[in-house]
């Protein structure tokens, strides 16, 4: 595994911890996406708005990154 594979990773376990185990509205999410949320350059308030997004069935990629993610 790459370096910054592992770091996208270890991004997504800081950011979300549990959540990812126990919040179904990350299940939708692809990798990309939340590897996207879980960059340190992208904001709390696009966080969650992307994830009450995701949760209201919308259905959530990383095209959206230019507009918001």
């Known amino acids: 595994m790459s370096y910054d594979s592992a ?3 270890m ?3 800081e950011t979300f911890g549990g959540r990812i185990a126990h919040g179904a509205e990350l299940e939708s999410l692809n990798p990309g996406v939340l590897y996207a949320l879980a960059s340190p350059t992208t904001t709390p308030e696009v966080r969650t708005e992307v994830i009450e997004r995701a949760a209201a069935g919308e259905t ?3 095209a959206l990154r230019g507009n918001r993610l």
Do not use: C, E, I, L
Request: charged share 20%; proline share 0%; glycine share 0%.
């Open 7 to 9: 770091k996208r990773f």
């Open 11 to 13: 991004n997504v376990a």
């Open 60 to 62: 959530v990629t990383v």
